[in-house]
């Protein structure tokens, strides 16, 4: 089974902190995502990446950036933390690059307050 | 830009009852891919069918059934003889083919579904 493995479940961190989201997975999968989710906004993509140091924004990359050093591994960065990105991150990953889309292989999701 | 509309906020059923979820999306691609995840109470998605937009068959799965209609740009799902497990909040997605070629999803807004003993 593919496991995605996000490396906290839980995170607070204070305004203006820089904060590292870290996800892995486990299954050589080209494609890697990261979503936010928020009540009655439903999955939001801020940015993924479909090969090693490649990225493209999604559809709410304002206040973060992203990075791909190794296949397995993509990580969220915010910059300068704001109560607004208090949420719940989602990481994902796919097999396929530039292919036919596969189904999207969620990890348990890393619920960040930022106070 | 591609768009998934899930109207139902929230639906309460009591268990053994049918429950359909609806999605209807929009899209200018020819080729496209819709999914339904289930997120239980738990937190994790789980993926739970994909469909090509060349085959318009429905598909049944256990309980689990979804009718795929192009004509209406609709992918419902329905639960038949709904188990108090099935609480979750159910998303409907759509891939999207991106400027740069790569392709991702576009969700709904998800509908919270609670089954009632």
């Known amino acids: 089974d593919v496991k995605v493995t996000q490396s906290s479940r839980y995170l607070v961190k204070r305004t203006g902190e820089k904060v590292f989201l870290e996800c892995v997975q486990d299954?050589?999968?080209?494609?890697m995502f990261w979503y936010r989710q928020d009540p009655g906004l439903g999955l939001r993509l801020i940015y993924f990446?479909?090969?090693?140091?490649?990225?493209e924004k999604g559809d709410i990359p304002e206040g973060y950036s992203v990075s791909r050093e190794k296949k397995e591994r993509f990580s969220l960065i915010l910059e300068s933390a704001s109560t607004n990105q208090t949420s719940m991150y989602l990481c994902?990953?796919?097999?396929?690059?530039?292919?036919?889309?596969?189904?999207?292989?969620f990890g348990n999701g890393t619920r960040l307050t930022v106070t | 830009a591609q768009k998934v509309t899930q109207a139902q906020t929230e639906i309460s059923v009591v268990e053994k009852e049918d429950v359909t979820l609806d999605c209807v999306y929009e899209?200018?691609?020819?080729?496209?891919?819709l999914f339904w995840y289930k997120q239980p109470p738990s937190g994790e998605l789980v993926f739970l069918i994909r469909?090509?937009?060349?085959?318009?068959q429905n598909e049944i799965s256990g309980r689990y059934s979804w009718n795929f209609q192009k004509s209406t740009s609709s992918f419902n799902f329905t639960i038949t003889a709904s188990q108090v497990v099935d609480s979750a909040v159910y998303f409907c997605?759509?891939?999207?083919?991106?400027?740069?070629?790569?392709?991702?999803?576009?969700f709904g807004k998800g509908t919270k579904l609670t089954v009632n003993p």
């Open positions: 994902a990953s796919s097999q396929g690059q530039g292919a036919p889309y596969r189904s999207l292989h």
């Open positions: 299954m050589d999968h080209e494609n």
């Open positions: 990446s479909y090969d090693v140091k490649m990225k």
């Open positions: 899209t200018r691609d020819t080729t496209y891919y």
């Open positions: 469909r090509n937009s060349f085959d318009e």
């Open positions: 997605a759509l891939s999207e083919l991106t400027q740069g070629g790569s392709e991702k999803l576009v």
